[in-house]
Each structure stands twice: as structure tokens, then as C-alpha cells.
């Protein structure tokens, strides 16, 4: 009974990044990723998440000294912890190659800065809120003391919120709402983490935007205006 429980915890997280990742692809257009630049940010933040488990490898002490266990005294756990894995090889892969892809998308959307800021948020907001609603009986961040995942769904929620209040198709409004709907659902019936943080990435998207595109008119207007000078 317990193994059928963790395979369906397992399905239901993998199915909202898929919510996540299609909300993403709807954001920035999939017919426009062959034209886009390489998002170096991405890129960057990944290899730092390879180079954690890489590190693992090669000392066996790295988890300990590193990882979010309450029980150890360190200011730095809470982002050092988001850069080792404890789920094993396919565990670690699935991490990887879900922050590789909304890490892209999110830079082609956000830009590079506000990407590594929201991925930033994630790492520390989530406990931060948690502790506010009085939440400190059990923990919601899904990292067990070490992971990428909770910043990285937080991180892919935001752009379901963009999507949300970016387009005018029905479909897609509605793809973008799933995503809190699931992971508030899978929170209350599952107690699985991702889902609130899911929740906690979308209402920071949401507040984003804004200032999202003030940035964006910022940095082309002296473009448009080297334009007309020309």
C-alpha cells in the first residue's frame, strides 16, 4: 500500500511539471525556441546543480555538511541543501533536466536577472511563508533537507501565472489555472510539497509581471531610439 502511495505521489508531481512545462511553452511560443539565443543564465545555474551532485560523488561527507537538516546549525543550508540530490540517479536526472528546461523558458520570459531572482525567491521563501501562517510543525518544502525540485516548480509556477494574465485564449487561460488548482489539490490530499510551493511561485509570477515589463520597456527604449538616430 505504501509503494502504490509513493508511485502515485510520484505521477501526480510529474504530471504538474508537465502542467507547468506546457503552460511555459504556450508563454514564449514553441515555433519561437529555434530562434532564441542560448539562455546562459540557465545554462550556468544548471552546471552549478550538476557540479553539487558531482561533488557528492566525490565526498562522501558533502550531504552532511551541506544539506538543510534542521538538527545541524549553518546559515548556509538553505541554498547549499538546494544544490545536492537524495533521489538516488533517476531522482537526481529528473531534477536536473526539469530545472535545465523551465530555467530556459523562464529566462527567454523573465530575462536572465529576475530568473535567478525568482529561483532565489524559491530557495527562500517557501519556509519563510510557512512560518508566517504558523506552519512549523511540519515542514512544506519538498526537498527533504536536500533538492532542487521546490525551486524549481516554484520557478516553472510563475510562468503559468504570466501565461494567465499575458494571453486571451481560452485554452491557454485555463491550462495556466490548472496549475495552482493541482498543486493546492495535490497539497491538501497528498501533503505534497511541491504543490504548495507551486501555489507560492504562481502569486509571486503574478506579482512579477509588472515589474517584469517595466524592465522590458526599460531596456528597449534605447534601442528603439539608437534606431531612429540611425
Same mark, same amino acid.
Given at each position: ?79 547549499? *541543501? ?85 494571453? *486571451? ?8 489555472? *490548472? ?52
Amino acid at each position: 500500500m505504501i509503494r502504490v502511495g509513493a508511485i502515485v505521489f510520484n505521477l501526480t508531481t510529474a504530471a504538474l511539471m508537465v502542467l507547468m512545462f506546457k503552460s511555459g511553452l504556450a508563454l514564449i511560443g514553441e515555433d519561437t525556441l529555434r530562434r532564441r539565443p542560448v539562455p546562459w543564465a540557465a545554462v550556468a545555474l544548471t552546471a552549478v546543480v550538476v557540479g553539487g551532485v558531482v561533488l557528492q560523488l566525490c565526498w562522501s561527507g558533502a550531504m552532511d555538511a551541506l544539506d538543510s537538516d534542521p538538527r545541524k546549525s549553518g546559515w548556509w543550508r538553505v541554498v547549499t *541543501s538546494v544544490f545536492m540530490q537524495n533521489g538516488g540517479f533517476f531522482g537526481a536526472a529528473w531534477n536536473i533536466v526539469t530545472l535545465a528546461a523551465m530555467a530556459a523558458l523562464a529566462q527567454w520570459f523573465w530575462r536572465g536577472p529576475l530568473m535567478v531572482g525568482l529561483f532565489a525567491a524559491g530557495i527562500l521563501l517557501p519556509e519563510r511563508i510557512d512560518a508566517l501562517f504558523g506552519e512549523t510543525s511540519h515542514s512544506t518544502d519538498p526537498r527533504n533537507f536536500a533538492g532542487s525540485s521546490g525551486a524549481t516548480y516554484f520557478l516553472a509556477a510563475t510562468l503559468a501565472a504570466a501565461l494567465l494574465l499575458t494571453t *486571451s485564449d481560452t485554452r491557454q487561460r485555463l491550462l495556466a489555472l *490548472s496549475v495552482p488548482a493541482a498543486g493546492l489539490a495535490m497539497w491538501l490530499a497528498q501533503d505534497n510539497g511541491h504543490g504548495l510551493v507551486t501555489v507560492y511561485g504562481f502569486l509571486l509570477g503574478a506579482a512579477a509581471l509588472p515589474l517584469a515589463e517595466r524592465l522590458r520597456r526599460r531596456t528597449e527604449r534605447p534601442a528603439c531610439t539608437a534606431q531612429a538616430e540611425a
